[in-house]
């Protein structure tokens, strides 16, 4: 007998991923005991699986074990940031980052005073929202001020990071996160996701210090290096430590002479300070002479330190991208610093809805509590149950953060069908083509076929979206897997489930 091409290659991948995959269904009948025996494995003793399926065409629920148990989502959390962020704000908003001044500048370009930045939480200036070009990245802020005719400030800069208030980094996450790009600090200030990229290379001769490049070209970032150039068969060894509360970073190890580049990143601390300084630095480039250092304010400075807005002028602005976009740039490849944007984004509003303007910021609530406030509310009106959502920031990358498989069906049932629907299900990657899927399930019949977040971290493995089957019936799924044996198996786990799925070719 000639099995179809998707049966065939769902025996390929598996056999690939794993020795002990189950056999490949083609009939809804085959389905639940497939799963069953995949999740029942021997090497699953220890870990807990929950999951559920749904069609979205039929309604019928074609396979479910402890849905109903809050398990760790990781990034699967940012699924209810997304939806949560389209429904309250909208594809179409647009984050305003704007300057103002007591005056407007003279004919010559003078401003008497000092030049304040107000922001508002938009983190497209970044290299990945300007093709890769970290010199592109304060361009728009750049030449707003120029078009403003700006030539000459004779205060200084001042960043106000006043619209968010309360701690830099989301509630649960760990300290051993925070220097590294997935741990980086929100700010309503932000430049270049708040990360310095660092590319390190041999030095010219054994025995010679390993040279160091950063990207965006910067001094804000300082380096102790303890490394050398060894021989060219030597093996690569390079680690990096930036202790907390500071900027300088440790440097230890090797690279072998002649050898390849090794890349890295290190998250910058005090992100509203990063990212006045690298403005300042730009803006002195082009020939704007800037009289004083750049300083920042935020939610714990003095209300007397910020001034009155309504009595100065907005010399110019910068708007981002719609937050459809956004969202995008924050599903597709998972980004923290920009979910826990977003989330803050909401519960700002939300503040706004509800606190005096005449209320001075520090005696508000946290800007992320006001959000995890208004995603409960968000929940209420989906009909799902609060009880089963346990999230306390935007990026799931708090390791208090709890959800079940049924509530993440529910949002992506919901999401289905809501106003922004495309908006939302075009934000997630899909397998074997783009975002954290681009190299996930290529030539099986999942590719093209499953849209879907994925999540990690340390022991918590998790999967959840939408599949299109060899039928064309679509399907609604989460995959949550909590404390494997093998975290090196277990993606490739996650992903014969959904691969079983797209293979199917009957319908409920």
């Known amino acids: 007998m000639t099995l179809p091409l998707s049966i065939v290659a769902v025996i390929l991948l598996t056999t690939t991923l794993t020795e002990s995959a189950p056999a490949p269904p083609s009939t809804l009948d085959d389905l639940v005991p497939a799963i069953q025996a995949h999740i029942d494995q021997d090497r699953f003793r220890e870990a807990f699986w929950g999951i559920r399926i749904e069609s979205l065409d039929s309604g019928r629920v074609l396979f479910t074990h402890h849905a109903d148990k809050l398990l760790k989502p990781a990034s699967n959390a940012k699924l209810f940031t997304a939806a949560l962020a389209l429904d309250r704000l909208g594809p179409e908003r647009r984050l305003r980052t704007s300057f103002y001044a007591r005056q407007p500048p003279s004919r010559s370009g003078t401003l008497k005073g000092d030049l304040w930045v107000y922001g508002r939480g938009d983190f497209s200036c970044a290299a990945r929202f300007h093709e890769g070009d970290h010199e592109a990245a304060l361009s728009p802020l750049i030449e707003a001020l120029q078009k403003a005719g700006i030539r ?220 995890v406030a208004e995603l409960g509310d968000f929940l209420v009106g989906l009909g799902i149950p609060t009880n089963s959502v346990k999230l306390e920031d935007g990026a799931g990358l708090s390791r208090r953060a709890l959800v079940t498989p049924n509530a993440i069906v529910a949002l992506l049932k919901r999401m289905d069908q809501h106003r922004y629907a495309d908006a939302f299900q075009s934000s997630l990657p899909v397998a074997g083509v783009d975002g954290t899927l681009r190299d996930r399930m290529k030539d099986t019949p999942a590719a093209g076929r499953v849209r879907a977040k994925t999540g990690s971290l340390a022991h918590v493995y998790t999967l959840s979206g939408y599949a299109t089957t060899a039928a064309g019936e679509r399907l609604v799924f989460s995959f949550m897997l909590n404390n494997p044996a093998s975290a090196t198996e277990a993606r490739s786990d996650l992903e014969i489930l959904a691969v079983l799925l797209a293979a199917l070719e009957d319908r409920s």
Request: proline share 9%; hydrophobic share 35%.
């Open 152 to 371: 000459r400030i004779r205060g200084g800069l001042i960043g106000d990071a006043t619209y968010f208030h309360g701690p830099r980094f989301g509630s649960g996450w760990t300290w051993d996160d925070l220097q590294f790009y997935y741990g980086a600090e929100a700010s309503p200030l932000m430049l270049e996701d708040n990360v310095v990229d660092l590319v390190f290379r041999p030095g010219p001769r054994p025995g010679s210090p390993c040279i160091v490049e950063t990207r965006p070209p910067t001094t804000y970032v300082a380096f102790v290096h303890r490394t050398s150039t060894v021989d060219a068969h030597a093996t690569r060894d390079l680690e990096l430590y930036r202790p907390l509360g500071g900027n300088v970073v440790h440097v230890t190890g090797q690279l072998p002479l002649g050898g390849a580049p090794w890349t890295d990143a290190v998250a910058v601390h005090d992100a509203p300070r990063w990212f006045v300084t690298q403005l300042d630095s730009r803006l002195t480039q082009q020939q704007v002479q800037i009289g004083k250092s750049p300083r920042t304010v935020d939610w714990l400075s003095p209300a007397e330190a910020r001034p009155d807005y309504t009595r100065m002028v907005e010399v110019a602005a910068v708007d981002s991208p719609p937050l459809a976009e956004l969202v995008r740039q924050m599903m597709k490849p998972s980004q923290n610093l920009y979910a826990q944007a977003l989330f803050l984004q909401v519960g700002r509003q939300r503040q706004s809805r509800q606190t005096s303007l005449a209320v001075p910021a520090h005696y508000t609530e946290y800007t992320e509590v006001s959000a």
